[in-house]
């Protein structure tokens, strides 16, 4: 843990879904709808063999092993989060993978910092928490080597709306939706951050970034939109709440013959000039 002074325009929103197991397994399912769009950044972005790279916000480490699979045994990568659960997660299924070059440390944004210049600092669905996402991102990409790269993964949950979200309009969904947008704003967070990804790059210092929008849909038997619809649902709730099943979920859109639609997902990437 780095001793400098915690920057306060750096500090986090409230974590609405928690840190507990179920959590850890919402993210999974999470990370199987946004997997390909971050593996497009990493490639992207440049990030491969023999690099040296920090995820910050790192949850169960789902960013931080695609990264290690991008770096190779050569490189190395490093998963920065305030959650011992999530931390030892994580840390599990490194080990699982075989992947020694990934490790975890527990840390603020506001005070944590690595112990050298870094060729890459990265981070899915971490900016949208944070009160100041301009202030985060001008801390963590002086962190980077100049040349190197900062690259972020943010949704944009404002998005998700009656007409767009779902065809043809799934009820079931829509109140799902809605739980969403209410906790996440209630918390602080922004349910916007992608589309502001690129004015906050440049507002912290950063070249002109590349930006890709990815929409995942699908409708398809199985798929881990209806779930991961549920569970984060379920985590922003009080206990008890009612909710519908993922199955009963699932039965509604494909009686319809229909689709859901996740919320869009902006990557953006940019390499630091100084």
Known sequence: MSGAPRDPGAG??????????REIDRLALQARI???VTRRLLARAGIGPGHRVVDVGCGGGDV???AGEQVGPTGSVEGVDRSRE??????????AAGMLQVRF??????????????DAVIGRFVLMHQRDPVAVLARVSGWVRPGGVVAFVESDIAACQPGAHSQPHSFSYDGIVRIW???IAAAGAHLDM??????????AGLPAPSLEVDR???????SPIFRFAVESARSMLAAGAPLPSAEALETEVRSLGGWLSAPPAYAVWARRVQ
């Open 12 to 21: 986090p929103s409230r974590y609405v879904c928690g840190y507990d197991r």
């Open 34 to 36: 946004y997997e390909p």
């Open 64 to 66: 931080s092993l695609l």
């Open 86 to 95: 999530s931390l030892d997660a994580a840390e599990a299924r490194a080990r």
């Open 105 to 118: 440390v527990a840390g603020e944004l506001g005070s944590w910092a690595p112990a050298a210049a870094v």
């Open 181 to 183: 947008q209410q906790a």
């Open 194 to 203: 992608g589309p502001r990804l690129v004015a906050c790059f440049e507002a």
């Open 216 to 222: 995942y849909v699908s409708g398809e038997p199985g």
